[in-house]
Structure formats: structure tokens, C-alpha cells
């Protein structure tokens, strides 16, 4: 059923894409014309959010690399995490979508005290004070299209930034001071799959959440207090299937474990 919002000027990509997750379909190539710029992603990404009627509770980071970094101009790229798909939990399930892509990663989220202040030039040195609590987590990476990596940042920013969802576990103690010896490992069927910590993410995880301040500046959205910033994989992006389960440990802080279950199913 069409709503009132699906007016012609919506991007037929961002159509596609909200209904293959709705619906719990694979999109086995990529549904239009590959977007060539990180501002056109977000115009695509921006028209799926207008389509979605869930209420975002965050965002997610996810790096650029090189040589991507240079050519797009960024570092980084982001998507929204969706209520419906947050989970507190310290073991959960999550719907993967068969012949699309999903991925796992141990991730730091911090949480923001106070709404942020709707302004450009925010560096890792000044956001501290916006955030009121680190807690470990898992992102959940997936899209209906199964190359959603493979085309560079564009493709993957214009699907929500291959968000679909996050399990998100307990604060961790004293995190200000003890940033640099955070670490973590992942799991997948009980074989390490990547090790890693807050170091990993570059530049770490207030220089992700300036990122995505100035980010969201530019894109006339704000990030306000509650809500939750998952800021980047810790140890790697690790492909996981329907039945295979996973462990984010995060040793003294705690471990999440998950397990990946056929779309449609309750596993």
C-alpha cells in the first residue's frame, strides 16, 4: 500500500531497498544506478528513512578505507539503527536474509548524556562531555544485497550503511581512563574469527562520534540525548550465516553472544 510520503521525487533505490527488508528478500544486484558520491548515498539513505516507520534510537560508523578514504573524502560512513532492531540482551537471535549479505562485529557504543548542540567542527577533544556511558555491543551488519561491500562506500552508506540492528550489552567501568588497553575478540562457531579494541577504530571511538556529529550537521539531522552510537568494528567485519552463532567477548566487561537465524523464522 503506498503512503502519503511515497511521492514520485523518492528514489526508486531507496524503495527497493526498504521493501526487500521488509519483506525479507534478497536483491541479488544492486536495484539502479550505482551512487558515485558519499552525498548522493545519504540523498538515498535519507529517502529510505523518510519510507521506514521506525523511530531511531542511533547510528552506526563504519570506516572508508583506503584507497576509498581519498577518493570519497571521508573516513567514514553511516547508517541509522532502527528501534525495532535493537536488542538488550546477552544472548539474542537476529533474522539473516537468505542470498543477501550478514556480517557480525564486536563494537564500543557510546551513549549521549545531553541532546548535541546543531553545529560544524566538532573533534574527538570536544565531544567528550555529550557522552554519559560506553557499553559494549555487536553490530549486526546486513542488506537484502548480497555485494553491499563491494562497490565501494557509496553502496554500501545508500543501505543504511548495511545496518540491521545492534545487541547492545553493559556499561564499561571507568572507560574514559582506560580507553587505550580496551580490547575484545569474536567468535563464530566457537573459532576466533578477529581480535581487536577501542584502539582498532581510527582515530578511536570519540573521533567516530565527532565524525558523525559534523555528519549529521551537514545532512540537517541531529543526534540527541539516549541516543546510541555504535563506533565501529573493533575486530573486523565477519560474514556469518543462518545457524551459525557468535560471541563478542569483551573480557572483564563482558560478553554478548548471538546467533543467526533464516529470515522469517524464530530459529
Not at 526498504?18 to 528478500?25: C, K, L
Request: proline share 7%; glycine share 14%; with cysteine.
Amino acid at each position: 500500500m503506498a503512503h502519503a510520503h511515497d511521492s514520485s521525487s523518492v528514489s526508486p533505490i531507496a524503495r527497493a531497498f526498504v521493501e526487500a527488508r521488509r519483506q525479507g528478500r534478497a536483491l541479488p544486484v544492486y536495484p539502479g544506478v550505482e551512487p558515485t558520491s558519499l552525498a548522493d548515498a545519504y540523498a538515498i539513505q535519507d529517502d529510505a528513512i523518510g519510507l521506514s516507520t521506525d523511530r531511531i534510537v542511533g547510528w552506526k560508523l563504519g570506516r572508508v578505507p583506503p584507497p576509498y578514504d581519498a577518493r570519497f573524502g571521508a573516513g567514514r560512513l553511516a547508517g541509522p539503527i532502527f528501534a525495532a532492531e535493537l536488542q538488550e540482551a546477552a544472548e539474542a537471535t537476529f533474522p539473516v536474509i537468505e542470498g543477501g549479505f550478514a556480517a557480525v562485529e564486536a563494537e564500543y557504543v557510546l551513549v549521549l548524556g545531553d541532546d548535541a548542540p546543531d553545529r560544524a567542527g566538532w573533534t574527538a577533544d570536544t565531544v567528550g562531555d555529550l557522552v554519559s556511558d560506553m557499553r559494549i555491543g555487536m553490530e549486526i551488519a546486513g542488506s537484502p544485497f548480497p555485494g553491499i561491500n563491494d562497490h565501494g562506500p557509496a553502496v554500501t552508506a545508500s543501505d543504511f550503511g548495511n545496518n540491521q540492528g545492534l545487541i547492545l550489552g553493559p556499561s564499561i567501568p571507568d572507560w574514559r581512563g582506560r580507553l587505550s588497553d580496551l580490547t575484545c575478540r569474536m567468535e563464530i562457531d566457537g573459532v576466533e574469527v578477529g581480535h581487536g579494541g577501542a584502539a582498532t577504530v581510527p582515530g578511536g571511538p570519540l573521533d567516530s562520534l565527532a565524525f558523525l556529529l559534523n555528519l549529521l550537521h551537514a545532512r540537517g539531522r541531529a543526534l540527541t540525548a539516549g541516543q546510541l552510537v555504535s563506533t565501529g568494528a573493533a575486530t573486523g567485519v565477519h560474514r556469518i550465516f543462518a545457524a551459525q552463532s557468535c560471541v563478542a567477548d569483551f573480557g572483564p566487561d563482558g560478553a554478548l553472544s548471538a546467533r543467526a537465524v533464516a529470515w522469517g523464522t524464530d530459529g
